[in-house]
């Protein structure tokens, strides 16, 4: 008898273990819709997690997309949140304009997240940036403002497109701008390895690779020159704002990001990873994941 109730319990538990997989699988990959930038920009937004969870809106890197953010959408610690993710300009499946004025105007990125958060009717986002995410985020605070956001978190972020600021990798952009094929191609990969410290594995990067390989040439070629308005939109930002970089990142330069970002804005707070690269929300997940939650809820209580 000891043994039959202890089996029927076992089953109790596993039927409701598959079910909570079942859920969290469907809020997984629960909505893909697009809206239109002012420009005409069509961008692909998808959405993860809890709908009536606080929202966050994650803004990818130069080459990436939303599966750069796969560690989070998937992670059972953030699912209570409302995960919202879209494709920046040129990238993944999104629109991908072919005028360099499309990529060079910061301006039109900035609008592009403002779409976003109309078409999502997200309210009071936490707003999480990587690399030229984090430049995105700059350029919206300083046309749009920090009203309609709870907070921001920038990863790696680009705080300006300054030699001291951007570590030098002249042949990997150069092959990146090419016209030749195999050129551009190696030069994709080379530039996704420098985004990590610590390599993920191959399936990831494989796929990460090929992700990369779907951003637009032209988009590449021009978005060196895209302005930033740091000290309107960093500057001015009053909301909880925090900087986490690797020590060990080969692409942006942390500690001069960081004290540049200090210059604008006294208020804000830094991190560092000591053993993450370029990507720490990749490379540290579970820690990232659980800075990012605490953030998220201390932001929520403000």
Same mark, same amino acid.
């Given at each position: 008898?000891?043994?039959?109730?202890?089996?029927?319990?076992? =089953?109790?538990?596993?039927?409701?273990?598959?079910?909570?997989?079942?859920?969290?699988?469907?809020?997984?990959?629960?909505?893909?819709?697009?809206?239109?930038? +002012?420009?005409?920009?069509?961008?692909?937004?998808?959405?993860?997690?809890?709908?009536?969870?606080?929202?966050?809106?994650?803004?990818?890197? @130069?080459?990436? %997309?939303? @599966?750069?953010?796969?560690?989070? /959408?998937?992670?059972?610690?953030?699912?209570?949140?409302?995960?919202?993710?879209?494709?920046?300009?040129?990238?993944?499946? %999104?629109?991908?304009?072919?005028?360099? @004025?499309?990529?060079?105007?910061?301006?039109?990125?900035?609008?592009?997240?403002?779409?976003?958060?109309?078409?999502?009717?997200?309210?009071? +986002?936490?707003?999480?940036?990587?690399?030229?995410?984090?430049?995105?985020?700059?350029?919206?605070?300083?046309?749009?403002?920090?009203?309609?956001? #709870?907070?921001?978190?920038?990863?790696?972020?680009?705080?300006?497109?300054?030699?001291?600021?951007?570590?030098?990798?002249?042949?990997?952009?150069?092959?990146?701008?090419?016209?030749?094929?195999?050129?551009? @191609?190696?030069?994709?990969?080379?530039?996704?390895?420098?985004?990590?410290? *610590?390599?993920?594995?191959?399936?990831?990067?494989?796929?990460?690779?090929?992700?990369?390989?779907?951003?637009?040439?032209?988009?590449?070629?021009?978005?060196?020159?895209? *302005?930033?308005?740091? =000290?309107?939109?960093?500057?001015?930002?009053?909301?909880?704002?925090? /900087?986490?970089?690797?020590?060990?990142?080969?692409?942006?330069? #942390?500690?001069?990001?960081?004290?540049?970002?200090?210059?604008?804005?006294?208020?804000?707070?830094?991190?560092?990873?000591?053993?993450?690269?370029?990507?720490?929300?990749?490379?540290?997940?579970?820690?990232?994941? =659980?800075?990012?939650?605490?953030?998220?809820?201390?932001?929520?209580?403000?």
């Amino acid at each position: 008898m000891p043994g039959r109730l202890f089996f029927r319990c076992l =089953r109790h538990l596993l039927v409701a273990v598959a079910l909570l997989s079942t859920n969290a699988l469907a809020f997984a990959d629960s909505r893909q819709y697009t809206a239109v930038a +002012p420009d005409g920009v069509t961008l692909a937004i998808q959405e993860a997690g809890d709908p009536a969870g606080p929202a966050i809106v994650f803004i990818h890197g @130069l080459l990436g %997309s939303r @599966l750069s953010w796969e560690a989070q /959408l998937s992670s059972p610690l953030l699912q209570r949140y409302r995960l919202i993710t879209y494709d920046l300009r040129g990238h993944g499946q %999104s629109g991908k304009p072919t005028a360099p @004025l499309a990529y060079t105007d910061g301006r039109r990125w900035a609008d592009d997240l403002a779409t976003v958060i109309a078409a999502s009717g997200a309210r009071r +986002p936490v707003l999480v940036g990587w690399s030229l995410g984090a430049a995105v985020i700059t350029n919206y605070l300083a046309a749009h403002g920090d009203a309609d956001i #709870a907070g921001a978190v920038y990863v790696g972020g680009v705080i300006e497109l300054q030699v001291s600021q951007i570590a030098s990798h002249p042949a990997v952009y150069r092959g990146m701008a090419s016209a030749d094929l195999k050129t551009h @191609l190696d030069a994709e990969r080379a530039f996704l390895a420098l985004c990590f410290a *610590t390599q993920p594995d191959a399936a990831t990067f494989e796929r990460l690779l090929a992700n990369a390989a779907l951003a637009s040439s032209e988009m590449q070629a021009a978005v060196p020159a895209m *302005t930033i308005a740091a =000290r309107e939109g960093l500057g001015a930002m009053h909301k909880p704002l925090w /900087l986490i970089y690797g020590a060990r990142d080969a692409l942006v330069r #942390a500690v001069p990001s960081m004290e540049r970002a200090r210059q604008l804005n006294p208020r804000l707070r830094t991190t560092l990873y000591a053993t993450a690269g370029h990507a720490p929300f990749v490379e540290e997940a579970e820690r990232f994941n =659980r800075d990012l939650a605490a953030f998220v809820d201390a932001a929520a209580r403000r």
